[in-house]
């Protein structure tokens, strides 16, 4: 028995390393068993975190937003750092009108998302967001940031001059008070009233000037097909007050927005 026994721990001293080489080839195939589990574990909550997604854009698509913001709620507690799904949960409350569960959806994907692309179109539905509210000075600074990361973006430009004339509108007292509205429509109609007497006597003066001219004119009468010197003058004075009128009834309809352009999708 102790000549085995001897012979036993001859041979381990001999061959002892492949022994070690054994026991590391055991250990890195149960390290490899475990890394195995592991990757497949996390691809799973990967493959559901997905359908998840995909069922909650295709009830979107079908308008169904408040189920549409479940999926997408049970998408990121399987994947928190999925930015798809926090962007399309702020469209989804962005068409329930929860404009502010919308804002801290999409104020999530600005922060933390690295691309440029996504930021841009994060930052530009943050400021609809923000003009729907009436917050223009806001808006307008997120849709700087917005053309910051993407310049060539015509509805970021065209949104931000909205949200601009908006800013310019109220302090040239676009946004006062009631008591203040009360004040300026007294004002307005007295204005209006003073402009009618001013008509009314212009109208008077007209008549006078017009009942000269046509004595004037039988006086001296101009040859068929030709214009009095008076005559155009009178033209060409009217002309430039029709163009005059024209042209401030536009810059008035232009410093008027209503309407920003919509929501940028993923």
Do not use: C
């Not at 381990?12 to 589990?37: E, M, R, Y």
């Not at 493959?47 to 913001?69: C, I, P, V």
């Not at 003066?205 to 009095?228: F, L, V």
């Not at 010197?229 to 008027?256: H, R, V």
């Amino acid at each position: 028995m102790n000549k085995l026994i001897n012979h036993i721990k001859s041979f381990i001293q001999k061959h002892k390393t492949l022994f070690i080489v054994l026991a590391v080839l055991k250990f890195l195939i149960k390290v490899g068993i475990i890394l195995f589990l592991f990757t497949k574990a996390k691809s799973a909550t990967a493959q559901t975190a997905n359908q998840l997604l995909r069922e909650g854009n295709k009830l979107y698509k079908q308008e169904k937003y408040n189920n549409a913001t479940e999926s997408y709620a049970k998408a990121l507690q399987k994947a928190p750092k999925d930015v798809r799904a926090y962007f399309n949960q702020g469209d989804a409350f962005y068409r329930l009108n929860e404009l502010d569960k919308s804002k801290e959806m999409f104020d999530a994907v600005a922060k933390s998302s690295k691309d440029m692309d996504i930021q841009a179109r994060a930052f530009y539905n943050v400021g609809n967001i923000q003009y729907k509210q009436q917050k223009y000075s806001e808006s307008a600074k997120s849709y700087k940031e917005s053309l910051k990361r993407n310049p060539k973006d015509m509805d970021a430009k065209y949104n931000l001059m909205m949200a601009l004339a908006k800013i310019k509108q109220n302090k040239n007292g676009g946004g006062g008070n009631d008591k203040n509205q009360d004040k300026n429509k007294n004002d307005k109609n007295q204005q209006q009233n003073k402009n009618q007497q001013n008509k009314n006597q212009n109208n008077q003066q007209q008549q006078q000037n017009n009942q000269q001219d046509k004595n004037q004119q039988q006086k001296n009468q101009p040859q068929q097909g030709q214009m009095s010197k008076e005559q155009a003058e009178q033209l060409l004075k009217a002309m430039s007050a029709e163009e005059s009128k024209l042209q401030k009834e536009l810059a008035k309809k232009k410093g008027k927005p209503e309407n920003v352009k919509t929501q940028k999708d993923w």
